[in-house]
């Protein structure tokens, strides 16, 4: 059995992780303000921009979020806004863990995440904290994605040049920076995406 490439490269938010935003939004109703507002704060390049390249703790952040929406709402709401937003409650999608277990069988599957400094408790809360063969958190190495030298540092601790690396994000930008180092990328937007990229070959193809 076989896979066309030599390390499998992976997203953790938005493809792994998901949260859930329900108190975020009946509180963003109670108070009147636009939907989706606060996570439009907090993800916003000058908010969380030095949280993901480890400059600022996750509480810095918080409190970066809360002063920014300060200026739209009362600081009471904006704080509880922050509050619930930070302190969402998360799950990992089992299904994609599966796909990556099985791809783990036949080559190594690196996380690559734009985190914060929380990320490797994250994943114990996960009970993923020795899932993958490595974790190139953005945090750690001070480069987010979609800067190359990231990518770079990920296909080197999977022992695997670019070329030979999978790589499966659900932000396009992230997606085109992979393949512009020559990397097969996967723009994942559901499941099917994802058992598309790791199908396995019987047999590896013959070589020219």
């Known amino acids: 059995m076989y896979l066309p490439f030599d390390a ?8 792994i992780r998901f949260y859930d935003q329900a108190e975020v939004a009946e509180l963003e109703g109670t108070f009147g303000v636009e939907p989706g507002v606060t996570a ?10 030095p949280a993901l390249l480890g400059k600022a703790t996750v509480e810095q952040w ?35 863990l599966d796909e990556l277990r099985q791809a783990q069988t036949h080559v190594p599957v690196v996380l690559v995440s734009n985190a914060t400094l929380q990320l490797e ?23 987010a994605k979609p800067d190359p030298r990231i990518y770079q540092i990920a296909a080197e601790r ?44 019987p047999s590896r193809p013959a070589m020219d």
């Open 40 to 49: 439009r704060v907090a993800f916003a390049p000058h908010i969380d921009g």
């Open 121 to 143: 408790e994250d994943l114990v809360g996960l009970g993923l904290a020795h899932f993958f063969d490595d974790v190139v958190s953005s945090a750690r190495v001070g480069l």
């Open 8 to 15: 499998v490269l992976c997203d953790f938010d938005g493809v």
């Open 62 to 96: 918080a409190d970066s979020v809360i002063a920014e929406l300060a200026t739209q709402v009362p600081s009471e709401q904006a704080r509880k806004l922050a509050e619930a937003f930070a302190g969402a409650p998360f799950w990992a999608d089992q299904s994609v």
């Open 158 to 201: 999977a022992g695997a040049s670019p070329q030979r690396c999978l790589f499966v994000d659900d932000r396009a930008e992230n997606v085109e920076a992979a393949v512009a180092l020559g990397m097969t990328g996967v723009l994942y937007r559901e499941m099917a995406d994802l058992q598309r990229a790791l199908a396995v070959s």
